[in-house]
T-cell receptor, first 112, second 112 residues
Framework: DQQVKQNSPSLSVQEGRISILNCDYT??????FLWYKKYPAEGPTFLIS?????DKNEDGRFTVFLNKSAKHLSLHIVPSQPGDSAVYFC???????????FGSGTKLNVKP | DSGVTQTPKHLITATGQRVTLRCSPR?????VYWYQQSLDQGLQFLIQ???????AKGNILERFSAQQFPDLHSELNLSSLELGDSALYFC???????????FGSGTRLTVV
């Protein structure tokens, strides 16, 4: 049972434009969300997080939006750069930071 | 270098065999997590240890086991290997109260 879903396996964006990566979840108890970025042959690296008490968190070019009623979060990258090309995973936790559920990832390709 | 060390990086073995994957967490981190990433799948949580004790269990098969030693390194033991066990196995660590994981670069296991 996939509690966190990333329905777009891939996304291609032109350099300088906005990249929007989406994530849906089914468990209403989830209250903490993370985005990770993964390059080939490397482990995922933490990118940005958001707590359910917020609906937006911004860190430089990266902004995560949370819509609790829709059980949906999105990661916006503005402006997109070729170095952002990677697989992005969203993850969610239900008050127990010991266990995060991950989506299947979205492969972002930023074209120069 | 994330600070989380996983060995070996690659492992090829035959069905029915047993292997041990090793993880050294980032200095100061007490929690170790194991995740499995099969082809085109998300990261599946296997198990978590905190300061030597099992803290949470996910979709870990009975053929798999793990432990965390007094020096905080962890080992994931996979036995009676099947072709379907071929995957990337990631270890992550975290500091108590730190909501983000730090992942190692993974061990790629191929069962032939």
């Amino acid at each position: 049972d996939q509690q966190v879903k990333q329905n777009s396996p891939s996304l291609s964006v032109q350099e300088g434009r906005i990249s929007i990566l989406n994530c849906d979840y089914t468990n209403s108890m989830f209250d903490y969300f993370l985005w990770y970025k993964k390059y080939p042959a490397e482990g995922p690296t933490f990118l940005i997080s958001i707590s359910s008490i917020k609906d937006k968190n911004e860190d430089g070019r990266f902004t995560v939006f949370l819509n609790k009623s829709a059980k949906h979060l999105s990661l916006h990258i503005v402006p997109s750069q070729p170095g952002d090309s990677a697989v992005y995973f969203c993850a969610a936790s239900a008050g127990n930071f010991n266990k995060f559920y991950f989506g299947s990832g979205t492969k972002l390709n930023v074209k120069p | 270098d994330s600070g989380v060390t996983q060995t070996p990086k690659h492992l090829i073995t035959a069905t029915g065999q047993r292997v041990t994957l090793r993880c050294s967490p980032r200095s100061g981190d007490l929690s170790v997590y194991w995740y499995q990433q099969s082809l085109d799948q998300g990261l599946q949580f296997l198990i978590q240890y905190y300061n030597g004790e099992e803290r949470a269990k996910g979709n870990i098969l009975e053929r798999f086991s793990a432990q965390q030693f007094p020096d905080l390194h962890s080992e994931l033991n996979l036995s009676s290997l099947e072709l379907g066990d071929s995957a990337l196995y990631f270890c992550a660590s975290s500091t108590q109260g730190n909501y983000g994981y730090t992942f190692g670069s993974g061990t790629r296991l191929t069962v032939v």
